[in-house]
């Protein structure tokens, strides 16, 4: 017996991709290096900056990227920041802060993890507790009164 072909007709001159073969991935924003920004950046994408951004970056749930010809002035919020270029302003990550050797950062840095490799610049204060951090250590605390009350005891 003979199997009959299973003719197909596309409206394209390829057939369609099958599910397996795409790729699901996040999206991504690029700023070019010949692009200056003024005002607020807002959003849920990850962003490399090339070019200059002034103003505000909050982007807390995503990675943000500063690349080595990237030049900010602006207060930057993101899930992971990581500097190559040069910022002026305050950094906050919900997670982590990496500042690369070519990197340099004239503000303040505030997040739970912060690395500053060596030859990196940075000129600033830095806070390394997070809100969850917080939380912890006022669970931790004690009353005064407890503490003079156990010395006592054991006295």
């Known amino acids: 017996m003979r199997r009959k ?3 197909e007709h596309y409206s394209a001159p390829f057939p369609p991709l099958k599910t397996s073969e795409t790729k699901t991935e996040v999206p991504k924003t690029i700023i070019g290096p010949c692009v200056k920004i003024k005002g607020e950046i807002s959003g849920k994408e990850d962003l490399t900056v090339h070019g200059q951004v002034e103003g505000v970056i909050d982007l807390k749930e995503s990675h943000v990227i500063i690349s080595k010809t990237g030049n900010i002035k602006a207060d930057v919020y993101g899930k992971t920041i990581t500097i190559e270029g040069e910022v002026q302003g305050d950094l906050v990550g919900e997670e982590r802060i990496v500042i690369q050797p070519s990197g340099v ?12 490799e060596d030859g990196a610049k940075f000129k600033g204060n830095v806070d390394m507790e997070s809100a969850s951090t917080e939380k912890q250590a006022k669970l ?6 407890t ?7 054991t006295s």
């Open 140 to 145: 931790k605390e004690v009353p005064l009164a």
């Open 105 to 116: 950062v004239y503000g303040n840095m505030t997040a739970p993890r912060i690395n500053v």
């Open 5 to 7: 072909q299973k003719e």
């Open 147 to 153: 503490v003079h009350n156990l010395a006592e005891k």
